[in-house]
């Protein structure tokens, strides 16, 4: 055991009792023969373990885990952890002070132990009324380019950002909605690792950097949502973008009942892109392979399935410090040129029902009009007696929790900003009186919004995150 071991436990004993910290940390290490380190605000258990041998485990076996108390440590966090499998490494994130920062990532030896914890241990309780959530954490190797020159073509784009970066893989831009012959104004670069990315980041982060006479934009990715395979196999929707703004869905439907007709249930379009429900999966995979590359109104498509994800499971999960709001109204946000573009265009994602598959989450009510007939009995109800799965909304829920735990309503108080390029950028803070005198105070997301109603629902999603489940 090193010096440099034990100078990276001493923060911790500002939180406890200085010898009882030291020598609960000193035990593990003895016991599980795992090195400690603290460098760059993160204490690092293992990685490797003992008597390893090969590279590190591949991408996917890393769990990010949040909401652990702040006066908890390995001693207590690697056992409970240790049920599913093998850790090759622990990183605990670390304050100054000693405590820790709330979060930390544990990475297992396989796919399937991470998986596993995640399964095992989203939403433990941790301690009595503590919660922690665990979800999957993917090394990000992408960056979110914005305010490109609009007519710079994708070899210009990626020529570039080799010659200003090291490790560039692939640039991926997309066309206008309304001029095909021009980009959105942004694109995604895609690095060989994450480290590559971040050291990209840092370069190009601090907003005096220009590329072609244009200082740009430069903030990570939204990380794809990963769908488990078995929910993927039952899907039977097709996402299809890149289409002209003036198709319309019966041209759409129309195309894809050619190679196969009477296959196609309905479609349903948003600006240029759109989703094409079948009625048996078989028939839609046909039709991706048959369609991906076709021309529709002068348009080359592209055609992948859509993913389905539960949204409740999606606002608790937080990567790199983004929550992705994905229902479907805020699909079409993403989406928008003049919006908050960070997410990759393909796919995104749906409501879990919107194709009428289940995942294993929560069923929730399908979103659909019905015809009302005249003289239709009508109850009338309290929003509070009907169950948390007939809210969409974030902000919906977020009153609806308030009401549950017999609290008063969320208090929402607005503010602003101006970006580099003239926009005004909103964002809300949050605050919950019967809890505004507790560990936090308030509740503030940390992504600004160019529109007040995704503003409210991104500090909705942000404060349910960290309120804990319902």
């Not at 305010?147 to 570039?160: C, G």
Request: aromatic share 10%; with cysteine.
């Amino acid at each position: 055991m090193n010096e440099e071991n034990i100078d990276g436990m001493n923060g911790c004993s500002k939180v406890r009792t200085g010898t009882q910290n030291e020598a609960a940390l000193l035990a593990l290490m003895e016991k599980t023969g795992y090195n400690m380190v603290q460098e760059n605000g993160q204490r690092k258990f293992g990685g490797p373990p003992p008597d390893w041998e090969g590279p590190p485990p591949p991408r996917g076996c890393e769990v990010f885990v949040g909401k652990i108390p702040r006066d908890m440590y390995e001693d207590e966090l690697v056992p409970v952890f240790e049920r599913a499998g093998k850790i090759y490494e622990f990183r605990l994130m670390m304050e100054f002070s000693g405590e820790n920062r709330g979060y930390a990532f544990v990475m297992y030896t396989t796919k399937e132990e991470a998986q596993l914890a995640i399964r095992i241990l989203n939403n433990y309780e941790i301690r009595p009324g503590k919660f922690i959530g665990v979800c999957v954490s993917l090394d990000n190797c992408r960056l979110f380019i914005g305010a490109i020159p609009k007519e710079k073509k994708k070899e210009e784009i990626l020529d570039e950002m080799k010659k200003v970066t090291e490790g560039v893989v692939d640039v991926i831009v997309y066309p206008s909605a309304t001029d095909k012959t021009k980009n959105r104004g942004f694109a995604f670069v895609e690095y060989e690792s994450h480290r590559a990315a971040a050291m990209a980041r840092r370069k190009l982060i601090p907003g005096t950097f220009q590329l072609w006479g244009h200082t740009i934009q430069v903030d990570w990715a939204d990380p794809e949502k990963e769908v488990d395979e078995e929910t993927m196999q039952r899907v039977k929707v097709l996402y299809v973008r890149n289409l002209m703004i003036s198709t319309t869905e019966e041209t759409i439907k129309a195309e894809f009942n050619k190679f196969k007709p009477g296959t196609v249930e309905r479609v349903k379009k948003l600006r240029d892109y759109a989703f094409v429900h079948f009625f048996n999966r078989e028939d839609a995979v046909a039709a991706m392979s048959v369609m991906s590359g076709k021309c529709i109104d002068g348009a080359s498509i592209e055609v992948t399935l859509a993913k389905p994800v539960n949204k409740e499971n999606t606002w608790r999960q937080h990567l790199n410090g983004q929550i992705s709001p994905n229902s479907e109204n805020l699909i079409v946000f993403a989406n928008k040129e003049e919006s908050h573009p960070k997410t990759l265009g393909k796919p995104p994602t749906l409501p879990t029902r919107l194709n009428g598959q289940h995942s294993p989450s929560p069923p929730e009510v399908e979103r659909c009009t019905y015809p009302f007939f005249p003289g239709t009995k009508l109850t009338p109800i309290s929003m509070y007696s009907l169950k948390s799965n007939h809210f969409n909304s974030a902000v919906m829920h977020l009153d609806y929790y308030c009401n549950k735990n017999n609290w008063a309503p969320p208090e929402y108080y607005l503010y602003s900003t101006t970006s580099q390029d003239g926009k005004v950028l909103l964002v809300y803070k949050i605050i919950i009186p019967a809890v505004a005198n507790g560990s936090q105070s308030y509740f503030m997301p940390d992504k600004l919004c160019t529109t007040l109603e995704d503003a409210k629902e991104l500090a909705a999603q942000f404060t349910l995150l960290h309120l804990g489940p319902f």
